[in-house]
């Protein structure tokens, strides 16, 4: 009854504090018609302003759209131009907050080229009208910009016979060659998205779920509505009731990924890949609640990244129990991308731009709100997280606001959390040594140091140990506090211990020992330089390919990449990492040394890994493993038949970058095994015994939330 007491007083506390106030809201009431074949369009936009505004209002809008004004004693005039647009400036008369504006013209960009290095770098446009669809967002500049501020719309759109146009908010009207969306809640941007769909309709509790494809597919459509449901009703459930009356899954035209409010925009491959539905969809969804109701203040850092990847991405892996192996990945990313001169701290994320701004704004910050729930514990955590938002629905909120809000509702101050977490930059680095174990009565003693090796002053932590014992299966597990460079911990047990992990499930936000990562790709492609080392035997067709295949490394990753022959070295080059290519490579033996100490094997005729075979014939392979002369870099192997299938390798590696080992089939190549090698010497666990046992098991630890039933969800 008390408990039940103090969460009503904290939640009454937060609606009376958390709450920012309402921002000005600018209201568009747009009229819209399309002519694809044109690459055109025209419009006209009633603008309701906030009441207090000043007497003159600036607004950009996209080159070549010539705005009228439709009022008398009113005048439109163009400043100097800044850019890709128009500046105007209009004088209201006295106590006139409403302006009627005309336009229209071309608009038309082509899509952007994708970022070098950049894995994940999927095409964007800053807008397009053309007869494959139309594509216009905030960047486009297609209706008045007044300044940054929220605003709420109106949108009829025209456009040809069978086409259907789809944008935020709800559906007042829909007929052939005509739609009408509205919102009344505030929104950052307007977006118009259009093209030849056929819809799909289905229910998701009070949502309306919709799917719009570019060709008839009832049954992928089927398969996105029945997600739809259960996703909405898990987050429900979360956080709090979904913001709008719709969430619509588009077919984009060219690959991408984007989420826009209540709506997400897919490519065509995307959709069709079974794993998007446990991966990118959630998290479209889920942006709905971060990123898309409640707006993050960019210039404070983006929040709303991270938090989706945490509540989406992780969630999912930690529903499967995986969640241990997402996060080491995503320590390994920030191990392997993020040099110090490419590190930033939270505060300056706005959103990523290369695998190192990923790892930082998505990946570090999904470790913070990792860490921040194992400080106050998964109740509070989700209390809190309902209570933000709540406190910041249609409203914008930065890091001190989550903060303010996670503070009042665990009832504990968070500044230190919040401090080295999100304003500083960097990661800590632990190691540690043992003293000694020594029998004392009935038991045992052990004592060891732990110590935080990174630049700069201490962090505060709370690291995992766990204790394996002998004669128990299950290990026993502690939460050590280390403020101070070194702590000396004591620990005791009846039973004689065979072997102490320090964070094994990767709980902690810290930068990796290279002993901790197995081998992996994202070593070669995060690598500032690597050396390609070509097999001088190779017959002319397979060494074309393969210079071919150097070549396309230095788009995909490392800064520079040097191209020499086998039988130009006598050793590999150490100073970066280095990819062997080829069956014919001089340094085949190098990769069968070390590919053997993880139980694979490299012949002449074929490679075997994981219980399975893979022959030269019709098969390429890949094994990264350690550097024999330098630790902290790594040796790829990788081996092609027939040639052509290194056009289709250089395109899939740098999407699987943190496996270890890969082995494909054919000229497309099609993936047949994947993996990462297992970790063998760990300088974060101690042994205590010569055996090296395994770690004991430790509970399953609960996920925050669960995925209704399919059949239960949507009815
Ligand atoms: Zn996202």
């Not at 100097?80 to 006295?94: K, N």
């Not at 995986?322 to 991308?337: F, H, I, M, N, P």
């Not at 989700?382 to 989550?402: M, P």
């Not at 299966?473 to 005791?492: I, Q, W, Y």
């Amino acid at each position: 009854m008390i408990a039940r007491t103090i969460t009503v007083l904290l939640l009454w506390m937060a609606a009376a504090t958390v709450c920012s106030e309402a921002a000005a809201v600018i209201h568009h009431d747009l009229q819209v018609e399309l002519y694809p074949q044109e690459h055109r369009f025209s419009a006209q936009d009633t603008l309701t302003l906030p009441p207090d505004r000043p007497d003159t209002v600036m607004f950009r809008l996209h080159e070549g759209l010539a705005p009228r004004l439709h009022a008398p004693g009113m005048k439109i005039a163009r400043l100097a131009p800044e850019g890709p647009y128009g500046s105007y400036r209009v004088s209201l008369p006295p106590g006139q907050n409403r302006l009627v504006l005309s336009y229209g013209g071309r608009l038309h960009h082509p899509l952007d080229a994708p970022e070098k290095e950049y894995a994940r770098g999927l095409r964007g446009s800053p807008g397009q009208i053309s007869p494959q669809g139309v594509y216009l967002t905030g960047d486009s500049l297609w209706y008045p910009h007044i300044e940054d501020e929220l605003l709420t719309f109106s949108l009829r759109i025209k456009m040809p016979p069978g086409w259907q146009a789809v944008s935020q908010g709800s559906r007042t009207r829909s007929k052939d060659g005509e739609t009408t969306w509205a919102i009344a809640s505030s929104q950052e941007q307007i977006f118009l998205i259009a093209g030849p769909f056929t819809e799909y309709l289905g229910p998701a509790g009070q949502v309306q779920a919709m799917v719009f494809l570019r060709r008839p597919e009832a049954q992928l459509a089927q398969t996105y509505l029945t997600a739809t449901a259960r996703y909405i009703e898990m987050y429900e459930t979360l956080i709090g009731s979904y913001p709008y009356d719709k969430f619509a899954l588009v077919e984009n035209w060219w690959e991408s990924g984007f989420g826009m409010p209540s709506f997400t925009l897919l490519g065509p491959r995307v959709i069709r890949f079974p794993f998007i539905l446990h991966s990118s969809y959630p998290h479209e969804i889920l942006h709905n609640w971060w990123g898309n109701s409640v707006y993050p203040r960019y210039a404070a850092g983006n929040w709303a990244e991270g938090l989706t990847a945490y509540l989406a991405d992780h969630l999912l892996q930690e529903q499967r129990a995986e969640g241990a192996q997402y996060r080491q990945s995503v320590l390994q990313k920030y191990t392997d991308y993020v040099s110090s001169q490419k590190d930033f701290p939270l505060i300056e994320f706005t959103g990523r731009h290369s695998s190192a701004s990923e790892a930082v704004g998505y990946g570090k910050t999904m470790m913070f709100f990792h860490m921040l729930r194992r400080q106050i514990g998964d109740r509070m955590f989700i209390e809190a997280l309902q209570v933000f938002y709540r406190g910041y629905r249609f409203k914008t909120a930065d890091f001190s606001d989550l903060q303010k809000t996670f503070e009042m509702v665990a009832g504990q101050p968070l500044e230190t959390l919040f401090a080295q977490w999100v304003r500083r930059t960097g990661a800590p680095q632990l190691t540690i040594e043992l003293a000694r174990v020594r029998a004392e009565g009935e038991g045992y003693v052990i004592e060891a140091v732990l110590r935080q090796r990174q630049p700069g002053p201490p962090y505060a932590l709370d690291v995992p140990l766990v204790l394996t014992l002998a004669g128990e299966t299950a290990a026993r597990s502690a939460v050590v506090p280390l403020r101070d460079r070194m702590h000396k911990v004591t620990l005791s047990s009846t039973l004689p211990p065979l072997r102490l992990d320090v964070d094994p499930h990767y709980h902690l936000f810290r930068k990796l020992d290279r002993a901790e990562i197995p081998p992996a790709l994202s070593q070669v492609f995060g690598a500032e330089q690597i050396t390609v080392v070509l097999p001088a035997a190779a017959a002319a067709e397979q060494m074309k390919a393969y210079q071919a295949f150097a070549q396309s490394l230095a788009h995909s990753g490392p800064e520079r990449v040097t191209a020499v022959f086998d039988r130009e070295l006598d050793r590999l080059p150490a100073d970066g990492s280095v990819v062997l290519l080829g069956w014919e490579n001089r340094f085949r033996e190098t990769a069968r040394t070390a590919a053997a100490g993880y139980g694979a094997s490299i012949s002449d005729g074929q490679a075997a890994l994981d219980g399975k075979t893979f022959p030269r014939q019709a098969h390429s392979v890949v094994f990264t493993l350690r550097h024999p002369d330098n630790a902290g870099l790594v040796v790829a192997w990788i081996a092609a038949d027939p040639p052509a299938a290194l056009a289709g390798l250089a395109r899939k590696l740098p999407h699987y970058h943190k496996y270890s080992y890969l082995a494909f089939e054919g000229r497309e190549p099609q993936n047949l095994a994947k993996g990462r090698w297992p970790v063998l010497d760990s300088p974060m666990t101690l042994f205590f015994t010569e055996a090296r046992p395994a770690m004991g098991s430790l509970p399953q630890e609960a996920p925050l939330a669960t995925l209704p039933a399919a059949s239960a969800a949507g009815n």
